[in-house]
């Protein structure tokens, strides 16, 4: 049996050996992605086991209950792995995420006494129950939720939404394909998850490059790379610098001062939208390139940073540019917005200032 594992799920082995070994040796990652991502590793593996083991009994009609056990695993993993997934490529997301494939864990088994999900009848045949398409529902809405976070959460740029591309294709190919394709898609499924995760990973890793590693929007470098790229397109700039950093340094401490940079650029990314771009230039510094965008689109992504903002405890001062033709050079267009910027962070110093004199 062993040989045959092996020979069936040969490039699953290699795939995930040096995903294992790509994750040891990366100093990109921070290392609670990194222990999740390995939970991913070790759980895809396991489920290639379940799959090769059940379907190996599927025709020996004298294991029956063993093979009603292991399709309630194999009906529970996928959501659990794709929850996983949301779990790991999603900051911020709490363990709640896994109740709703926990609770489908609980249903799964329980059908194996009741068939609920699925019964496996006396001659070890397969059929579905009333719930029988309760795991593609809840796996399908797991995907629908990671791949509408990731894209939200990402810099809308082509480097970052072909990976999330990739993903969806295979998640999506894990929840239409066992209807096209029937059962025998389940030994490829793990195959599948496998290499298109590594591939995200490797599209990450090469982004990282690109990324400031604070605030997860594009770095200086990205920014003078941009710039220099069909500057034509460039019809607005907008730019942003956090008010009050250096008190918050001073009297809070530097890990305070990251926090409100990492909740302003969340600001930030959550206002922009498709040819919007985000970069982090310096210590408090922010830019936003904005490519074939009109004035009111412009205006629009300014109102929703401010409200975004002012949902913060924090404050920024905001200066912007636009060139109606897209004739401005790029260089009138950040000395125009760094002018009505630091004429608005004055006017904040100025106003914090006569507030402190009336105190």
């Known amino acids: 049996m062993l040989k045959e594992y092996l020979l069936q799920n040969w490039s699953l082995i290699l795939v995930l050996s040096a995903f294992a070994v790509a994750l040891h040796i990366t100093v990109f990652l921070d290392k609670k992605m990194i222990r999740r991502m390995y939970v991913l590793i070790v759980g895809v593996f396991l489920l290639s086991i379940v799959v090769f083991v059940e379907f190996e009994y599927a025709a020996q009609s004298e294991n029956r209950v063993l093979r009603g056990i292991l399709m309630a695993i194999r009906y529970s993993a996928t959501p659990v792995i794709i929850s996983q997934l949301n779990y790991t490529l999603v900051k911020k997301q709490t363990w709640f995420i896994f109740i709703p494939s926990i609770i489908l864990a609980v249903i799964d088994f329980i059908s194996i006494f009741t068939g609920i999900v699925f019964k496996i009848g006396t001659d070890n045949s397969f059929s579905r129950g009333p719930l029988g398409y309760l795991p593609f529902i809840v796996a399908g809405l797991y ?138 230039i310096g210590g408090d510094e922010f830019v936003i390139i904005c490519r074939k965008t009109s004035q009111d689109e412009m205006t629009e992504l300014i109102k929703r940073i401010e409200h975004n903002v002012g949902e913060t405890k924090y404050d920024c001062a905001i200066g912007c540019s636009y060139s109606a033709d897209g004739m401005k050079s790029v260089d009138d267009m950040i000395r125009e917005s760094d002018m009505m910027m630091y004429a608005v962070k004055e006017n904040y110093y100025k106003e914090r200032g006569a507030e402190k004199n009336q105190r």
Do not use: W
Not at 207 to 217: E, I, N, V, Y
Not at 219 to 246: C, F, V, W
């Open 143 to 280: 995907s629908a939720a990671l791949v509408y976070l990731l894209v939200k959460r990402s810099n809308k740029k082509l480097m970052e939404i072909v990976p999330i591309a990739f993903l969806s294709l295979a998640l999506l190919s894990g929840i239409v394909f066992p209807f096209v394709f029937g059962s025998d898609f389940s030994k490829i499924f793990c195959s599948t998850i496998a290499l298109a995760l590594f591939i995200y990973y490797v599209f990450e890793i090469l982004q990282q490059t690109k990324k400031d590693s604070l605030t997860g929007l594009l770095n200086r470098h990205a920014y003078n790379a941009d710039i220099r790229q069909k500057p034509d397109e460039i019809t607005a700039l907008i730019s942003i610098d956090m008010n009050g950093l250096k008190v918050i340094n001073d009297t809070l401490g530097h890990v305070a001062g990251d926090e409100a940079l990492v909740t302003l650029a969340l600001c930030f990314r959550r206002a922009l939208k498709i040819r919007q771009f985000g970069y982090r």
